[in-house]
């Protein structure tokens, strides 16, 4: 066993400041990395603490996560030590939920999220190595037998590319989607499709109908993991118990975030330097560290948060700094050569688990 839930994540109550959770999944050496003869320079101390010993006697750092899960972790694992399970039990109760993973391109973040990719057209996934998402249908569909109110479940599924976002479950030519706001909704991206769905079979069907559109678009090519960033919701509609109260109808959410690569995104950027460079490198992920560097800075008004400067701020807006309960997966390669990139990327989750948000249940 590996332990309990995150420990935030267990006893949360409604409107305390909850910091985001942070695992992070070692991923174990791939084969390119074996035959290089690479060692690894990452190692767990205890299931919470992680410590990294460069080569060539470099000082050894220690960093501190919810959770820290090793190459030898099944999925299975990752799954009951990811807290997960907790987040599909309160988007349940109409909090709005969020998993994303973080690290560079190579580091395991589809993997966790979904598996390997399946080998031919048709292929399935077997069920040993599915990811976070197809464990957590079950999961959500489980529990909602259990339930005994009938409760509508509807999915969307969307890429942002180059700042644009696509919805991945509609079919025919894509258009792009505006990402609008209101009071009651927050952001939202306006005419995103949502399908109902009530089976685990069914959800499926929406999840490898996004992905195959996602891999087979001609703009991404090669790119699809490294340089878009995909978001799989999953809306909840309880009704009320008793029709004398309406107000009790809950909606929750559940959101799992495939972020695009983070390699050559330093944790902080000055504004000036995001404006500059948003053409050419992710803006979205730029402005991603950029939100939670501000989040983290006393000084800084919480209202003044600049979510309005990336589409992923703007649809996350509400998982960093509002109402949500968010979970972070970060992940790394433990070999020596990705060390800078690692680094990186501990850094950054370091940073995001100070994050907190203050949750509520939402309304429609
Ligand atoms: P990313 O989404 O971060 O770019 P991937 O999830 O595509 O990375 O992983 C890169 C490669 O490594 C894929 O071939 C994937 O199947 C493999 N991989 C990643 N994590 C694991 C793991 N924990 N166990 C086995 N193979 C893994």
Redo the contacts with the bound molecule.
């Keep these: 066993s590996i332990g309990n839930l995150p420990q935030t994540l267990g006893e949360r109550t409604k409107g305390m400041e909850t910091p985001i959770q942070v695992v992070l ?4 050496m ?1 084969q390119a990395e074996l035959r290089r003869g690479e060692q690894s320079v990452l190692h767990c101390s205890g299931p919470r603490t992680l410590r990294v010993s460069p080569l060539g006697g470099g000082r050894e750092v220690a960093f501190h996560f919810s959770m820290v899960l090793d ?1 030898a ?1 099944t ?1 299975d694992e ?1 799954f009951q030590g990811s807290g997960v399970q907790r987040l599909v039990e309160l988007a349940l109760q109409g909090f709005s939920c969020t998993a994303f ?1 973080f ?15 399946p080998q031919g057209e048709g292929e399935t996934v077997p069920s040993s ?1 599915t990811g976070l998402m197809q464990r957590s249908f079950a999961c959500l569909l489980d529990k909602i037998q259990h339930v005994g109110t009938p409760i509508t479940l509807s999915a969307s599924y969307l890429e942002i590319y180059n700042e644009q976002v696509r919805d991945l479950l509609s079919r025919g030519p894509h258009h792009y989607l505006p990402v609008r706001w209101n009071k009651t909704r927050g952001f939202y991206v306006e005419k995103l499709k949502a399908v109902k769905f009530g089976t685990f079979e069914e959800v499926m069907k929406l999840l490898l109908e996004g992905l195959r559109r996602r891999r087979s678009s001609a703009h991404n090519l090669n790119e699809v ?2 340089r878009s960033h995909a978001l799989f919701t999953i809306h909840i509609q309880c009704p009320a118990v008793s029709p004398s109260r309406p107000k009790e109808q809950t909606f929750g959410k559940l959101c799992f975030v ?1 972020l695009a ?1 983070s390699e050559k995104v330093a944790a902080t950027r000055s504004r000036g330097e995001l404006m500059l460079e948003a053409s050419n490198i992710n803006r979205s992920l730029l402005a991603l560290g950029h939100c939670i560097s501000l989040l983290l800075d006393p000084r800084q008004k919480k209202n003044h948060i600049p979510y309005r400067d990336s589409k992923l701020t703007r649809l996350l807006a509400d998982s960093l700094g509002g109402s949500g309960i968010t979970l972070m997966v970060a ?1 790394v390669s433990p070999s020596a050569q990705s060390l800078p990139e690692t680094l990186n990327t501990l850094r950054y989750a370091s940073r995001a688990q100070r994050v907190t948000t203050r949750p509520m249940p939402k309304g429609p």
């Design positions: 999944r070692i991923r174990p791939n190459g972790r999925q990752v993973t690290g560079q391109t190579g580091s395991g973040k589809t993997y966790t999220l979904t598996g390997p990719p190595l993991s490294s495939d690569g992940c």
